[in-house]
């Protein structure tokens, strides 16, 4: 495995997946805000939309979160991308213009 394609993975793995799987969370967690303010409600006998727009607004970022994580797998298996472990080989046969650093 070459360098380029090392530090995509890495990439990935302490960047990309804890930002989706925080997203994710927060929706988790909106979603039982809602839910704990809906049930309060009903309690104290009055009717709180709040908590049903968070309940609604939760549900609708995880559907989000866990829908893009699967179009982007049918992507990758509809077109063999695969994007677990790109083609970075020709990544070192790139050269910058001569005057790309002021030269």
Not at 53 to 62: A, E, F, K, P
Not at 71 to 93: G, K, Q, W, Y
């Amino acid at each position: 495995m070459n360098a380029g394609t090392q530090v995509l993975n890495r990439f990935v793995d302490y960047v990309i997946d804890p930002i989706i799987l925080l997203i994710f969370a927060g929706g988790f967690f909106m979603f039982v805000l809602g839910l704990v303010q809906f049930l309060w409600g009903v309690k104290s006998g009055e009717v709180d939309n709040n908590g049903k727009q968070h309940m609604i607004w939760g549900i609708v970022g995880m559907l989000i979160m866990v829908s893009v994580y699967g179009i982007i797998a049918l992507i990758d298996e509809t077109f063999d991308l695969d994007f677990s472990n790109p083609d970075v080989s020709r990544m070192d046969n790139i050269a910058p213009p001569a005057n790309f650093f002021g030269n």
